[in-house]
């Protein structure tokens, strides 16, 4: 049980583009802080938060992983968090329950695409940011250019608070340009030190640069400044703060944490600067972050593993109590908790509750889903969740064995109840089973889980795509009779119809010109009936038939062997006959596409939507960035998102919106 206020608690993700060292970072927190005792490394497979099979086969980081430690007598709970786009839902469920972050970057890259992208799912949630240069000892490592980076690709004010010491391969340390002391590692020992002779002139003139940016920003480091000419180590400390809990400013620091080089200076300003629980805004109209205020905890993730289900919660308000009942205010359903635990990846260890400012897991709950709300019963209330990135990428998936299909049916309803950001759907007119998601990487780790995790042996291919076909030229005046006679009663109907093809979006019309009671009324509707249950498998390729009117013209009935069967009958073979005679063109489902690049890459999106047969319709610029506008066949669009990111250096994105049906080639 946690006996530390939550003034001394921090909650904060590693946030960054893949491959910035987010995940060593990480582990060089959670050694230097005592929560493992061996290093860690990403390339050997031996990472703590990187513990998923798959993770450690490639080298990234797939799922959110949360880690508690220990420093300077705070308590730190870590979410390191995924840096490959097609993973970037879990990134924004992950700073939804966030108090901070720290962004990492890489010295020599700088801001890269995907370190964009988390950094404005930051700013929809208004979580304050510390930046880290990281990667200071590789050939062209340059923090001024980071930081300009910074500055130029995020639109903040970066306030870089370190010098470092010696460059590239020759960087052994920082001078803290706050408290004006230097700090050096030698293997993975910290030695502090006056500020060395030959850059104290330099660390004299950041800090003084430092000095006015803050008293810039600040009025009351302002008044300090004009004042005294300078700010004390307090005021800048302070100043710090508040200018980072505001997101007005952002601290940046440096280092090499694969050497073992920056990572405590970086814990000492998580503490420093980064917000407690008690410093971010109330929820619920009005809950501040207090253990004996009524229970709030908001549901951000679900592990519905075969071994058993576990909700990982972030505690807002109150205590969450083992044995206690709580509320889905999303489904206004009561939930038992039966065990409250502390999550170290991926191991556990039994709480007794969950404090307001705690994040923690629980098992009990059987439905909940991620972003549901967890409230005391007699105090409801709905916070506001996450909300799921839409899909763009789609697979057939389908169990090798026909024994299978139950089974797999089961794994995929887990697999999106654990990432909602995966869609599964059965497809009407294909009759698949289509798997959904934020890229191809994305579905192909979805498919892998489904092999390892699940037993099950599946194929995963390109969907089918539901075609259609149309009517271009029809015949007018086809008479069929449908005359059966086979002992008893017979069946006889007559029918004259002509088939025109429609124009707009209409699928089918059916009128009847039909006087003098030729045919009767309800002969009418069997004819009609008869009709569509000839739409559903054209001539062409058996696909369904859209676009035709048809018009019953005259028709003979006879006194005993009429009847509703036959005229439906015959209403469908008649339009199967004329369908026959017909010409008809192939239809395939079109989409608008919407693409938001970089306005230097558009000439390259705009060949490749060549390529895919897409018809552009606008094109516009908005602030450096183009939005371009085009139809494209949905055939097409398989595999776009990877090659759109390729193309693009991450940084385009694209939304589809079914656009109707267009003539194939």
């Known amino acids: 049980m946690r006996s530390l206020p939550n003034t001394q608690v921090r909650n904060l993700g590693i946030l960054a583009h893949v491959d910035a060292g987010k995940t060593t970072v990480t582990e060089r927190i959670l050694f230097l802080t005592g929560a493992v005792h061996k290093r860690g490394e990403v390339h050997e497979g031996t990472t703590v938060t990187d513990f998923d099979p798959q993770e450690r086969e490639r080298g990234i980081t797939i799922s959110s992983a949360a880690v508690t430690c220990s420093w300077a007598g705070h308590r730190l709970t870590l979410i390191d968090t995924p840096g490959h786009v097609d993973f970037s839902d879990e990134v924004e469920r992950a700073l939804r329950v966030l108090d901070g972050a720290v962004a990492v970057f890489d010295a020599v890259a700088g801001v890269e695409p995907q370190s964009e992208s988390v950094w404005r799912q930051a700013d929809r ?25 910074i500055r130029d690709r995020l639109g903040t004010v970066p306030l870089p608070v370190q010098l470092p010491l010696g460059r590239e391969d020759g960087f052994r340390g920082v001078v803290d340009l706050v408290r004006m002391r230097a700090y050096a590692w030698q293997d993975g020992v910290r030695a502090e030190t006056e500020v060395p002779a030959d850059v104290r002139d330099e660390a004299v003139r950041r800090r003084r640069l430092l000095e006015e940016a803050v008293a810039e920003l600040h009025p009351d480091a302002l008044d300090e400044f004009c004042v005294t000419g300078s700010l004390t180590e307090g005021t800048l400390v302070r100043a710090l703060r508040e200018l980072t809990l505001a997101g007005t400013a952002v601290v940046v620091l440096c280092g090499a944490a694969y050497r073992d080089r920056g990572v405590e200076p970086l814990l000492d300003a998580v503490v420093a600067y980064l917000p407690a629980p008690a410093d ?80 923690v897991a629980v098992v009990g709950p059987k439905t909940v889903r991620a972003g549901a709300t967890l409230c005391a019963p007699e105090a409801p209330v709905v916070l506001e969740p996450p909300v799921p990135a839409a899909p763009v990428v789609s697979v057939a998936v389908e169990a090798r064995r026909s024994t299978d299909t139950g089974r797999l049916a089961t794994a995929l309803a887990r697999l999106a109840e654990e990432d909602p950001s995966l869609v599964v759907r059965a497809d009407p007119e294909t009759g698949q089973t289509v798997l959904s ?92 009936a008869g009709c569509r249950d000839a739409l559903v498998d054209g001539p062409l390729g058996g696909h369904p038939v859209t676009g035709v009117r048809v018009t019953l013209t005259d028709g003979a009935t006879h006194p005993k062997d009429s009847s509703e069967l ?35 890459s558009v000439g390259t999106v705009l060949g490749d939507l060549a390529s895919r047969r897409g018809r552009v319709t606008d094109s516009e610029v908005r602030g450096g960035t183009s939005v371009v506008t085009a139809t494209v066949p949905l055939a097409e669009l398989f595999g776009y998102a990877t090659r759109l990111r390729g193309r693009t250096q991450g940084r385009g994105t694209f939304t589809t919106r079914p656009a109707g049906y267009a003539p194939a080639p």
Do not use: C, W
């Not at 510390?130 to 980076?149: E, H, P, Q, W």
């Not at 005679?581 to 690049?597: H, I, K, M, Q």
């Open 125 to 149: 949630y208004g979580v304050p940011r510390i930046a880290f240069v990281n990667k200071m000892d590789r050939a062209g490592a340059d923090l001024d250019a980071a930081v300009a980076s």
């Open 280 to 359: 971010r805004p109330p929820v619920g109209g009005g809950r501040a972050a207090d253990p004996d205020a009524p229970l709030v905890a908001l549901a951000f993730k679900v592990s519905a593993a075969p071994t058993g289900r576990m909700t990982y919660v972030r505690v807002y308000a109150g205590t969450l109590r083992q044995g206690s009942a709580v509320l889905d205010a999303a489904t206004g359903r009561t939930e038992r908790i039966s065990r409250v635990l502390l999550v170290q990846a991926d191991r556990t260890v039994d709480v007794p509750v969950g404090l307001a400012g705690d994040i």
């Open 437 to 528: 998601g934020l890229g191809e990487l994305h579905l192909e780790v979805a498919v892998e889980k489904l092999r390892r995790e699940r037993g099950l042996e599946v194929t995963a291919g390109r969907p089918q795509v539901a075609y259609r076909e149309t009517v271009t030229k029809g015949v007018t005046g086809l008479l069929y009779r449908h005359v059966k006679q086979d002992g008893g009663a017979g069946q006889f109907a007559h029918v004259v119809i002509d088939v025109q093809p429609l124009d707009g979006e209409e699928e089918f019309v059916f009128t009847s010109t039909v006087t003098g009671g030729r045919v009767p009324q309800e002969y009418v509707r069997a004819v009609e």
């Open 566 to 600: 036959a005229f439906r009958a015959a209403g469908r073979f008649a339009l199967r006959e004329a369908l026959r005679s017909s010409v008809l063109t192939l239809l395939e489902p079109v989409a608008d596409v919407t693409v938001t690049v970089p306005a230097d």
